[in-house]
C-alpha cells in the first residue's frame, strides 16, 4: 500500500478553514484516500474518503490532484473541538487499515 | 445512538496475570478490529474479523495474545501472560463497510 507523508504539526485560527495536506506520491490506481482523526483520549474517527474525484460531507471536504500524488483535508470553519491528530491513509478497499504518525492540529482560541 | 462499547474502561494487573478485553460491535456491524495504540508505536492493527471469523492477526505476538469472536455481539482479546510491555491503549472497531470503522473508547492496561 502507498506510503503518506505529513507534516508533524499545523496551527490554525479558530473560525478559519484548516488545510491539512497529504502526500502519496506511490498511490496506485486503485487505492483510496482516507481520513480519520483522534481526539485525545477517543478512539479515531472516520472523516471522508475518495478515490480521484473531490469529495464533501458534514465533516469535511477532500480535495486530491489531478495526478492523485497528494490530497488536501479541509475543515472549512474549524473550532476548538477540531483539534485532534489528523491520519491520511492511502490504500485499496481490500487492505486493512494501517495508521501513520499523522498530523497533530492545534486550533488556536 | 448505536456505539462500540469496551470494557474494562481501565484495567492495572500484575506482571503474569491474564487480562481480558471485552469489545460489543455495532448491532449489525460485520467486521470487526483490534487496535493498540503506545506513545511509541501509535496505532497498529493486531487483529480483524469478517463475519466472526479472523481475516488477519499478523500484528498479534501468538505465544500470548488470543482474540475470538464467540458470537456476533462480542470480541475478547485475550493476554495471557501479560508483560509491562503490553501496557497501551486498546480500541476495538466496528464496520458495516470496513473502511468507515467506528472506534470504541479504548482499554486503558497497565501491567506493572
Not at chain 1, 472516520?46 to 469529495?55: A, M, P, T, V
Amino acid at each position: 500500500d502507498a506510503k503518506t507523508t505529513q507534516p508533524t504539526s499545523m496551527d490554525c485560527a479558530e473560525g478559519r478553514a484548516a488545510n491539512l495536506p497529504c502526500n502519496h506520491s506511490t498511490i496506485s490506481g486503485n487505492e483510496y484516500v482516507y481520513w480519520y482523526r483522534q481526539i485525545h483520549s477517543q478512539g479515531p474517527q472516520y472523516i471522508i474518503h475518495g478515490l480521484k474525484n473531490n469529495e464533501t460531507n458534514e465533516m469535511a471536504s477532500l480535495i486530491i490532484t489531478e495526478d492523485r500524488k497528494s490530497s488536501t483535508l479541509i475543515l472549512p470553519h474549524a473550532t476548538l473541538r477540531d483539534t485532534a491528530v489528523y491520519y491520511c491513509i492511502a490504500l485499496n478497499r481490500d487492505d486493512k487499515i494501517i495508521f501513520g504518525k499523522g498530523t497533530r492540529l492545534h486550533i488556536l482560541p | 445512538d448505536a456505539r462500540v462499547t469496551q470494557t474494562p474502561r481501565h484495567k492495572v494487573t500484575e506482571m503474569g496475570q491474564e487480562v481480558t478485553m471485552r469489545c460489543q460491535p455495532i448491532l449489525g456491524h460485520n467486521t470487526v478490529f483490534w487496535y493498540r495504540q503506545t506513545m511509541m508505536q501509535g496505532l497498529e492493527l493486531l487483529a480483524y474479523f469478517r463475519n466472526r471469523a479472523p481475516l488477519d492477526d499478523s500484528g498479534m505476538p501468538k505465544d500470548r495474545f488470543s482474540a475470538e469472536m464467540p458470537d456476533a455481539t462480542l470480541a475478547t482479546l485475550k493476554i495471557q501472560p501479560s508483560e509491562p510491555r503490553d501496557s497501551a491503549v486498546y480500541f476495538c472497531a466496528s464496520g458495516l463497510v470496513w473502511w468507515e470503522a467506528f472506534f470504541g473508547q479504548g482499554t486503558r492496561l497497565t501491567v506493572v
